[in-house]
Nanobody, 124 residues
Framework: QVQLVESGGGLVQAGGSLRLSCAASGRTFSDYRIGWFRQAPGKDREFVSAINLTGEGRSYTDSVKGRFTISRDNAKNTAYLQMSSLKAEDTAVYYC?????????????????WGKGTQVTVSS
């Protein structure tokens, strides 16, 4: 089992920044690919970003490219999502997820473990 706990969400004005953290415990963190997803009210959960085991491979959905940066620190068992130039449409609950094997980074069904989420609200 892997336990994931997100933190760092909050209320921010449009154009501002937040850094989300995903702290992992349980099994070896460096064995898991990490993804970030978000779910806005009334919408399906959507892929935001993912990072491979070493941190050298990163993926982003088009709407956040150039604004969000995913990273990980395997020594601290923590992944991060740095969010800048935030927009009202980024408002959502953000979840981190972990996967041992990942064929399609955007597919939520391929992730084995999920955190409970952290709320991000961007005021316009």
């Amino acid at each position: 089992q892997v336990q994931l706990v997100e933190s760092g969400g909050g209320l921010v004005q449009a154009g501002g920044s937040l850094r989300l953290s995903c702290a992992a415990s349980g099994r070896t963190f460096s064995d898991y690919r990490i993804g970030w997803f978000r779910q806005a009210p009334g919408k399906d959960r959507e892929f935001v970003s993912a990072i491979n085991l070493t941190g050298e491979g990163r993926s982003y959905t088009d709407s956040v490219k150039g604004r969000f940066t995913i990273s990980r620190d395997n020594a601290k068992n923590t992944a991060y999502l740095q969010m800048s130039s935030l927009k009202a449409e980024d408002t959502a609950v953000y979840y981190c997820a972990a996967a041992r094997i990942l064929h399609t980074v955007i597919s939520s069904t391929e992730y084995d473990y999920w955190g409970k989420g952290t709320q991000v609200t961007v005021s316009s």
